[in-house]
Antibody, heavy 118, light 107 residues
Framework: QVQLVESGGGVVQPGRSLRLSCAVSGFSLSDYAMHWVRQAPGKGLEWVTILSHVGINKYSIESVRGRFSVSRDISKSTLYLQMDSLTTDDSAVYFC???????????WGQGTLVTVSS | DIQMTQSPSTLSAYVGDTVTIACRASQTISAWLAWYQQRPRKAPKLLIYKASMLESGVPERFSASGSGTEFTLTISGLQPEDFAMYYCQQYNDYPYTFGQGTRLEIK
């Protein structure tokens, strides 16, 4: 079954770190670009970052650059988002998504909620 | 960054109606545009890619067109499950960006 399952969300204080995981099944991470997209409560979708199919973190949005990094463990079929120096503006549901040709997002996880609060 | 602007922000319609949602890009994006549906508390679902290509498994009442800077998504014969949020997304250039969303409400 082709699916993505995120985990690792929770409540964290400003300035702290959190690592999200996205376990994939039914395909190999080495065959697809993978993305993180977030959605603040009651707001729209915001694309965050991409990991290319060869494992390069090609681009991140300016607001997270230098604080967030994306990586993967192919043997574990897991994508990660390391989030450092978190701020309240980072509070959101974080989705991992598989990149289709281009890249649009043809497969999404269910999302994991990150709340940054003191 | 490429700005994506959807209109209207909210759309009210009856079951069985045909509706159209517009999406405008701040600069040309060729046909590198996707459309997504998001139901409450669910992940987005891909409907359309490359401006007009219907994703596998998506009902044929969904159609889309456009290129350059102007795009539309049309839903013909609205079904109860179609009442949701709709987003366009450009993937012509980084950072990939979404429209602000259109809420399709049942009248």
């Amino acid at each position: 079954q082709v699916q993505l399952v995120e985990s690792g969300g929770g409540v964290v204080q400003p300035g702290r770190s959190l690592r999200l995981s996205c376990a994939v099944s039914g395909f190999s991470l080495s065959d697809y670009a993978m993305h993180w997209v977030r959605q603040a409560p009651g707001k729209g979708l915001e694309w965050v970052t991409i990991l290319s199919h060869v494992g390069i973190n090609k681009y991140s949005i300016e607001s997270v650059r230098g604080r967030f990094s994306v990586s993967r463990d192919i043997s574990k079929s897991t994508l990660y988002l390391q989030m450092d120096s978190l701020t309240t503006d980072d509070s959101a549901v974080y989705f991992c998504a598989r990149g289709g040709g281009g890249s649009y997002f043809d497969l999404w996880g269910q999302g994991t909620l990150v709340t940054v609060s003191s | 960054d490429i700005q994506m602007t959807q209109s209207p922000s909210t759309l009210s319609a009856y079951v069985g109606d045909t509706v159209t949602i517009a999406c405008r890009a701040s600069q040309t994006i060729s046909a590198w545009l996707a459309w997504y549906q998001q139901r409450p508390r669910k992940a987005p679902k891909l409907l359309i890619y490359k401006a007009s290509m219907l994703e596998s498994g998506v009902p044929e009442r969904f159609s889309a067109s456009g290129s350059g800077t102007e795009f539309t998504l049309t839903i013909s014969g609205l079904q109860p499950e179609d009442f949701a949020m709709y987003y366009c997304q450009q993937y012509n250039d980084y950072p990939y960006t979404f429209g602000q969303g259109t809420r399709l409400e049942i009248k």
